[in-house]
């Protein structure tokens, strides 16, 4: 189990080192030049020659490179150039925003599939099992910034209920989680419902039964247990999905995390504040599926032994 813990350290290392190089070198080619944004429009090329020497963005590429991975190392992103403000503090201030978001979003997803999901596997095409699949096909159907606009209609606007933008405390996170879970349900109630009618037909099933064990027993303990491992797998994959939906649903919220910052980042030509948040929710996404395959091992000791 060692060796496979680190040798998967090692390939999640490596693709993250491929992530940060790669986003340097995008950055650099297509972002164009932040001295002429943050310049009046009349600049002369001595002021835009200042900025460029304050940016860093005077000297060759390797050099920059070489300074934005010492600066790494050392856990210093650079200063934004918009907000002339270190970019870990910026990222710091906005990251658990999003965090709460995005957690609340997955866990009502995964809840919501889990209650459907069993549900419809006890008692295929019931009622339940067909409320299910009409939430998971409109899920997949509709965009999230839709879905986001007709909540605010809805339930800010109309009812009244929530708060149409900003955060105002936790009832300020019932919409956006709404709209995201949304977008992920659909392939965790399908996996969750099919691992189940799958695990229900098994033969160690048929005999629990015959030795009279409860039926909750049966579904709750012994079926979902194993159903709950290719859910674990969507569930890393879900993680991916967030860290981008998010980005939409806080645009339609105007809610302050940490997609908002870098959606104003990316219109500032923000060099250093893009490469951060891009850099950090990778390496969020990469240790959060090593995380998960470690997981994955100790739920299903076939996959410990082959290790």
Do not use: C, H
């Not at 940060?20 to 429009?41: E, H, N, Q, Y």
């Not at 650079?78 to 609340?104: D, H, K, W």
């Not at 859910?231 to 105007?254: K, Q, R, S």
């Amino acid at each position: 189990m060692r060796r496979f813990f680190l040798r998967r350290l090692a390939q999640n290392l490596l693709m993250l080192a491929f992530i940060v190089l790669a986003v340097f070198v995008i950055m650099r080619l297509t972002a164009g030049d932040p001295a002429r944004i943050k310049a009046p429009i009349f600049a002369s090329e001595d002021v835009l020659d200042r900025y460029r020497a304050e940016f860093g963005t005077d000297t060759p590429l390797p050099a920059q490179l070489v300074s934005f991975l010492s600066g790494i190392v050392r856990g210093d992103f650079g200063e934004s150039f918009r907000y002339q403000e270190p970019v870990f503090s910026l990222i710091a201030q906005r990251l658990p925003q999003t965090a709460m978001l995005a957690l609340s979003a997955l866990l009502l997803a995964v809840g919501v599939a889990l209650l459907l999901g069993v549900a419809g596997a006890r008692r295929p095409d019931g009622w339940l099992d067909r409320l299910g699949q009409a939430i998971a096909a409109f899920g997949q159907s509709a965009p999230t910034f839709w879905i986001g606009l007709m909540l605010v209609l809805v339930f800010s606007l109309g009812l009244g209920w929530f708060p149409a933008v900003g955060f105002n405390g936790p009832q300020s996170l019932v919409l956006p989680a709404i709209a995201i879970a949304l977008a992920v349900l659909p392939a965790d109630l399908r996996v969750i419902r099919t691992a189940m009618i799958d695990g229900l037909a098994q033969e160690y099933i048929r005999t629990a039964r015959a030795f009279g064990i409860p039926e909750w027993r049966i579904t709750y303990v012994y079926a979902l247990r194993n159903a709950a491992l290719p859910l674990v797998t969507v569930v890393g994959i879900d993680l991916g999905y967030l860290l981008g939906g998010t980005i939409v649903a806080e645009v339609v919220f105007n809610y302050p995390g940490i997609g908002q910052l870098a959606i104003d980042a990316v219109n500032a030509r923000d060099y250093p504040l893009v490469q951060a948040i891009t850099i950090v929710t990778a390496a969020i996404f990469v240790f959060v599926n090593l995380g998960i395959d470690l997981l994955y091992m100790v739920l299903d000791p076939r996959i410990r032994i082959e290790a």
